[in-house]
């Protein structure tokens, strides 16, 4: 483990391995960025640098730049490296959403108990290491009332304590929290990164590619899931957009109505679509088939492209990227389904 897994993170492994050397640490960071992407690795790389105990100096961090300070890694190999790679550090605590005590299968959410009770062992000195490290993972997904107990450790902060909040966009909390945060970004990986890491953990060659492309530089999405299930996702995108194409208000209703509940899902439609109108639009220019994650279908993408003129191709992509910001600004999955739906169709009609 350690920062020599995290790929593609350069700026942010510099930050916090320069930290860890100047011991210069900041009570809280919030890593913020889309998930997939190594926030939780990177976390963890310097939790175990943080309580490693005979840390290793890097003569210059990953990412270069002109100050040529040094940074430091954990050493892997240390009891307490060993522990942090278990999970059994006690000097570590990761904290996750969970469901409602009453309802195991409710909304998960960070509860204000377990916010009281990383306030409590913070208090405590560290058992075993120099710090005590807290990763509050989705930190984003406190429940309404949490973030201001939270507030109250961040304002006061034990001696000792690192407290590491992941989020993917900064917006997900109050600036009252997020203000007493040191913010480290972090940024999808390049599709050479993705692919080799993706290779590495034993994919073939053309299946990579093809989900370095679909989770857009995202490797930790692409390795979520089965490959199979990304092809089912496309083939049920493709075939609502015929089926409203072809059929009108009808399908559209009822397929806003059976999926509008599920935002991830509405997401990876919209992200499906937004995929399949830019493979038209490269096809219709002429691009090189292979290059696009719809490759395989090219014969569908060069009739769908002779079909549509390029007004109408930047018309569809305005829907998607609409649909897409719409979600991300909490309209309902819904409307926005609805909303994609009809101004395809009306292109369409
Ligand atoms: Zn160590």
Not at 146 to 151: C, I, N, R, Y
């Amino acid at each position: 483990m350690g920062f020599d897994a995290v790929r593609g993170q350069a700026r942010a492994v510099e930050v916090l391995t320069r930290a860890v050397a100047s011991g210069r640490v900041a009570h809280a960071y919030a890593f913020v960025g889309p998930s997939g992407v190594g926030r939780k690795l990177t976390a963890l790389a310097f939790a175990q640098a943080l309580l490693c105990s005979a840390p290793l100096t890097l003569p210059s961090p990953p990412g270069g730049g002109e100050d040529k300070g040094e940074g430091v890694n954990a050493c892997g190999t240390c009891r307490a490296c060993r522990k942090v790679e278990r999970g059994v550090h006690p000097d570590l605590m990761l904290i996750g959403p969970t469901p409602p005590e009453s309802n195991p299968r409710g909304t998960v959410a960070i509860r204000l108990d377990t916010i009281r009770e990383l306030e409590r062992w913070a208090q405590l000195c560290p058992a075993e290491g120099p710090w005590k490290v807290f990763i509050v993972d989705d930190a984003g997904k406190m429940t309404p009332e949490t973030p201001q107990a939270f507030l109250k450790t961040l304002e006061e902060p034990p001696p000792r304590t690192v407290i590491i909040l992941i989020l993917s966009q900064t917006r997900e909390l109050p600036a009252t929290v997020l203000s007493r945060c040191q913010v480290v970004r972090f940024v999808p990986l390049e599709e050479e990164e993705t692919v080799a890491l993706l290779e590495a953990r034993g994919m073939d060659g053309p299946t990579a590619r093809l989900l370095a492309r679909a989770s857009q530089g995202r490797p930790g999405l692409a390795l979520a899931q089965d490959p199979g299930v990304w092809v089912e996702q496309r083939e049920q995108a493709l075939s609502i957009l015929a089926e409203v194409e072809a059929g009108g208000a009808g399908p559209l209703f009822k397929w806003a109505e059976s999926l509008g509940r599920d935002r991830a899902q509405v997401e990876q439609l919209i992200a499906n679509w937004w995929f399949w109108y830019r493979a038209i639009l490269c096809a219709k220019a002429g691009g090189d088939p292979r290059l696009l994650i719809h490759g395989d279908r090219q014969a569908q993408l060069t009739a769908a492209a002779a079909g549509r003129s390029w007004e109408e191709l930047f018309q569809d992509l305005g829907s998607c990227r609409d649909a897409w910001q719409a979600l991300q600004g909490n309209v309902s999955p819904r409307l926005t389904l609805e909303t994609i739906l009809s101004r395809l169709l009306l292109r369409a009609a």
